[in-house]
């Protein structure tokens, strides 16, 4: 190469040495302002808090009970989601938004889809409704599809599927192994009495 001509290299280095305009890839600006759909996830999310901190409270201590007791790690886990959202909620006000990975497949600027909130919202509204109603494992399965629909999953059978068989192990694990007690339906616990 004649030294009067330019290295390719060189001219498409920026500032850091990277190699931004050969990709066509240029850093994005920082992303200013406050985004709705980030402000009504620390809404939810201290609403969260308060209801197990505030719930926590109805559980009963049985007389033979340590010094922590059953309602320790509920208040636990309480106030560590409510500290969450506090200090969220001040990030998201102040107008911080945290930067995309260069591998994200997403555009942070996109607007919330509210639809999608919305089916995931009555998807946990709905297994709570259920669990007594139908069991665990059922309600579960429930909510894991229409949780998997809402954020783009294709086809009915896989996500139910995938659902049913988590929610079977996990509800045999915490129920037959630990002993908490969560309802199964009639058919779940009949086909499980034997253990």
């Known amino acids: ?13 920026d500032a850091t040495g990277s190699h931004a305009a050969a990709t066509g890839r240029h850093p994005a600006a920082p992303r200013t302002g406050v985004s709705r759909g980030e402000l009504a996830m620390v809404v939810l999310l201290g609403a969260l808090g308060l209801y197990l901190l505030l719930d926590a409270a109805n559980i009963a201590i049985p007389g033979s009970s340590n ?8 208040y636990l886990v309480g106030a560590v989601v409510l500290a969450t959202a506090l200090a969220l909620g001040f990030r998201v006000l102040r107008g911080d938004r945290g930067p995309s990975d ?31 109603v139908v069991g665990w494992p059922l309600a579960v399965t429930l909510m894991f599809a229409l949780v998997a629909w809402a954020l783009g999953a ?19 694990v915490f129920v037959k192994a630990l002993g908490v007690a969560l309802p199964g339906g009639v058919l779940l616990e009949l086909a499980t009495s034997w253990f």
């Open 154 to 172: 294709r086809g009915v059978v896989r996500p139910l599927l995938a659902g049913g068989v988590l929610s079977v192990v996990v509800w045999i």
């Open 1 to 13: 190469m004649s030294s009067g001509s330019p290295d390719p290299d060189v001219s498409t280095r």
């Open 102 to 132: 260069d591998s994200e497949d997403i555009d942070p600027d996109a607007p919330t889809s509210w639809g999608a909130v919305g089916i995931i919202a009555v998807a946990f509204l709905g297994h709570a409704l259920l669990i007594n």
């Open 67 to 74: 010094t922590i007791g059953p309602r320790f790690f509920p």
